[in-house]
């Protein structure tokens, strides 16, 4: 594993069950177990799992500026989020182009808490906050326990009062065995789960107790890769590896726009002031790809950038594949000319390892209408 800056506390437990730790942003990370990654998959998509995503970032915002920080960096209006209340945000740069994604946590009238991947979200909020009334942490002692799949609200039920009535996206300061944490309904999955914010001393006996008095419920811990697969099946990005960051233009500096993501619906109506803000309206209808969806005939995933062909020549790339048990399917998220993505279009996925018919084909492709993380009670 490369030199590594941050360190989760968990870093033991993950080598006891088989983990190098190998480097995501800049923490050792959990990518892989010594056990069947489908059953893990199957695990989250059927029971629960609990994943150590303490990798991602946490930056806490405190002043009566920090609300005017966070409506210029990110793509949504602020002022609309309540204490409780968190929602998933871009980041532009002056290109109007895509740097990183985030979510934004009011956790009191003036204290916010972003967390965000590998992109530079952190350094955007530290250059906004400069000369501003405004107290800005990073905070690497808190660690993120993402416990997802269908039995997660049951197992928390019988641990914390009122966590049947937690809304999507909303959030609740309570205790946990004892020790205090912050759990939100949120999660990369697509599935019903939890994100449990927890002090490094606490870290490691939340995670052992979730796992010994969950696992009569089928709780089991979950490498990181999983949610590469689970991610597929959700429609949800993962910076920088679905962008161009990782597949460049000739001749262009990285950057894609929301509007090729996919990501528009994270633009409040009718905001502006932003930054990429004109850019970013001025972008609409320039779209050089799509983010879409492939199925492929194939009984086993395909590679990390095969290429996607049509027409005899090659229209694109996946950027992440995907196969799952439960439902027999190989499928991918894609980089698609704008053509060709669209439902149904005959493909054919070319790679050292495949050559296979597919189409184009909508993401999601578990949950469409994203009933299981909505559901109430």
Not at 31 to 43: C, F, G, P, R, S
Not at 322 to 327: D, E, G, I, P, V
Request: include cysteine.
């Amino acid at each position: 594993m490369p030199l590594s800056w941050r360190f989760s506390v968990l870093g033991d437990r993950h080598r006891a069950l088989g983990s190098k730790l190998e480097d995501w942003s800049g923490m050792g990370t959990a990518w892989t177990y010594d056990k069947d990654i489908y059953a893990e998959h199957i695990a989250v998509r059927t029971k629960a799992g609990l994943m150590d995503v303490s990798g991602l970032k946490k930056v806490h915002l405190v002043g009566p500026h920090a609300i005017a920080v966070l409506d210029y960096i990110t793509t949504r209006d602020m002022n609309k989020v309540y204490p409780g209340k968190s929602v998933y945000a871009c980041m532009l740069n002056d290109r109007g182009m895509f740097t990183d994604d985030c979510i934004v946590y009011r956790t009191g009238p003036n204290s916010w808490m972003l967390v965000h991947g590998s992109g530079t979200a952190h350094e955007e909020v530290i250059k906004q906050s400069l000369g501003r009334n405004v107290a800005v942490l990073f905070d690497d002692d808190l660690h993120d326990l993402s416990l997802q799949g269908p039995v997660a609200v049951d197992f928390l039920a019988q641990h914390v009062p009122g966590i049947r009535d937690l809304k999507y996206f909303h959030h609740m300061q309570t205790t946990l065995f004892g020790a205090p944490v912050m759990i939100s309904r949120t999660g990369y999955t697509g599935e019903r789960g939890y994100e449990i914010f927890v002090r490094g001393q606490d870290a490691p006996m939340v995670w052992d107790t979730i796992l010994e008095k969950g696992k009569s419920m089928g709780i089991i811990p979950v490498c990181f890769s999983v949610l590469d697969m689970l991610r597929v099946e959700s429609y949800l990005l993962f910076y920088p590896y679905d962008n161009s960051q990782m597949y460049p233009f000739p001749d262009q500096p990285p950057g894609d726009s929301l509007w090729e993501l996919g990501l528009d619906f994270t633009v409040s109506p009718g905001k502006t002031g932003f930054r990429g803000a004109e850019e970013h309206y001025k972008l609409k209808g320039k779209e050089r790809f799509k983010i879409f969806g492939v199925l492929v005939e194939h009984d086993g995933p395909v590679d990390l950038g095969d290429e996607v062909w049509a027409d005899g020549r090659k229209v694109g790339v996946v950027t992440c594949p995907s196969y799952s048990k439960l439902t027999k399917k190989s499928m991918g998220i894609a980089r698609l000319e704008v053509p060709y993505a669209k439902q149904g279009t005959p493909l054919e996925i070319r790679g050292k390892n495949v050559k296979a018919k597919a189409i184009a084909h909508t993401i999601t492709f578990d949950d469409p209408e994203k009933k299981k993380r909505t559901a109430v009670g």
